[in-house]
């Protein structure tokens, strides 16, 4: 079993810059695609960004398009969201995710394709 943990998350202004990481266990990370996803109350979960499992190749949610990066090291087993520019409507609870893959590509931008979630970091943007 792949455990996850979040953290980074706090309470930032707009405009302000916020690094989320996300550690996880087991030797076998790099075999696993993995994901930011995020969930405001009252909303679905969606999609923010997801990572292949070498790091090469990555998925961004249009809404976060050119202000958020996500990377990973898989020396660390860590998976990272750099999140530049933050607006009042990224705040939501943030979660990683990871999905086992076959075939290097980022994974999917669907909720359903991850076996392992985190527990979630808050992510308060005010204005």
């Known amino acids: 079993q792949v455990q996850l943990v979040e953290s980074g998350g706090g309470l930032v202004q707009a405009g302000d810059s916020l690094r989320l990481s996300c550690a996880a266990s087991g030797r076998t990370f790099s075999s696993y695609g993995m994901g930011w996803f995020r969930q405001a109350p009252g909303k679905e979960r969606e999609c923010v960004a997801t990572?292949?499992?070498?790091?090469?190749?990555?998925y961004y949610a249009d809404f976060v398009k050119g202000r958020f990066t996500i990377s990973r090291d898989n020396a660390k087993n860590t998976v990272y969201l750099q999140m530049n520019s933050l607006k009042p409507e990224d705040t939501a609870v943030y979660y990683c995710?990871?999905?086992?893959?076959?075939?290097?590509?980022?994974?999917?931008?669907?909720?359903?394709?991850?076996?392992?979630w985190g527990q979630g970091t808050q992510v308060t943007v005010s204005s």
């Open positions: 990572i292949s499992r070498d790091g090469g190749i990555t």
């Open positions: 995710a990871a999905v086992y893959v076959y075939r290097i590509g980022a994974p999917p931008p669907r909720t359903r394709e991850y076996e392992y």
